[in-house]
């Protein structure tokens, strides 16, 4: 760990250790009132045993750039996917856009490479008013630190640390999917059938070699309630999974809910049948490795 005093975003009740007001060095010195603002962001991974992978990157103003060079833009698919070795880090760089006086503000998500959520992470450097650094969606498992920044002007160069403190070790097949369905209805309860499964196994909670059935699958939500499928390969490689689950009211089926991976070909995850009156989604997945533990969350809305 660095020997910069760290602020812990993890705590829920946390006060900001910031450091005093400067303009800082811009990485490429212009004239532009875009450019005055923007942050280097490394992500280390501190882990010994889980791989991280950057799963979504959200950038709601400015713009993404090159090492060294403002001009040379990407864009949040160059960086989608990046994957963070134990023990390594990765650098995110943005700024806000030439010759306007445009904040830069964004959002990244960070994955275990074979599935689950790490944290999420904002940004937001101003042209007025006071920059923020925040952590969302905290996961008991992680403790996320960062360097100090700075409240005005550029946010400037930073560190976020990930540090794994669980007992869970990484899981022992590489391909797996944990599908929790949360029933947001107020008027009748879903239910789970329909379970296919063309190759791979369904397993206990906790046990990936405890094999079940499709028709033990199968289940009741009640509303306000959630039930969980989970699936992996065969073995520990890259082998074929494919299937798909109804969700139904009554007889009434809702939507579908598809999958499949196969070999080193990016991961699929559907939701087909659409029905009036229903809305459905799921939370961020994986392309690559472990589609990881997906909600898919119900709800009626009426025709």
């Keep these: ?31 532009s009132k875009g450019y005055e603002q923007w942050v280097e962001l490394t992500l280390q991974n501190k882990s010994r045993d889980f791989t991280l992978r950057i799963a979504d990157v959200d950038l709601l103003s400015g713009k993404l750039y090159s090492e060294g060079d403002m001009d040379a833009e990407i864009f949040p698919d160059d960086i989608f996917g990046t994957i963070i070795a134990p023990g390594q880090e990765y650098t995110i760089r943005s700024c806000g856009r030439e010759k306007a006086e445009s904040r830069c503000e964004g959002y990244i998500t960070v994955f275990r490479a074979d599935g689950g ?16 650094i925040r952590c969302e969606d905290p996961r008991p498992d992680w403790i996320v630190d960062t360097t100090k920044w700075h409240p005005q002007g550029p946010l400037g160069e930073m560190k976020v640390m990930f540090a794994y403190v669980g007992d869970q070790k990484p899981k022992k097949y590489a391909r797996w999917a ?35 059935c499709a028709r033990d699958v199968d289940a009741t939500v009640a509303q306000g309630e959630r039930s969980t499928l989970r699936v992996r390969a065969r073995d520990n490689t890259s082998s074929w999974c494919e299937g798909h689950f109804g969700i139904y009211a009554g007889d009434t089926l809702v939507r579908t809910v598809y999958w499949i991976w196969h070999g080193d070909e990016d991961n699929v995850l ?3 049948d659409a029905q009036p009156g229903w809305v459905v989604d799921t939370s961020a997945w994986s392309k690559q490795g472990a589609l990881g533990e997906i909600d898919v969350r119900v709800a009626y809305v009426g025709v």
């Design 1 to 31: 760990m660095t020997s910069s005093p760290l602020h812990r975003i993890a705590c829920a009740n946390m006060q900001l250790n910031v450091l005093p007001t400067h303009r800082g060095t811009s990485p490429a010195p212009k004239e």
């Design 270 to 272: 559907r939701l087909d």
């Design 178 to 212: 944990e599908f929790t369905v949360h029933n947001k209805t107020r008027e009748q309860p879903l239910r789970i059938c329909g379970v296919q499964l063309k190759w791979g196994r369904f397993y206990k909670e906790g046990d990936m070699d405890d094999e079940l």
């Design 117 to 132: 959520l790490v944290r999420r992470v904002y940004w937001g450097g101003f042209p007025s008013g006071s920059n923020d």
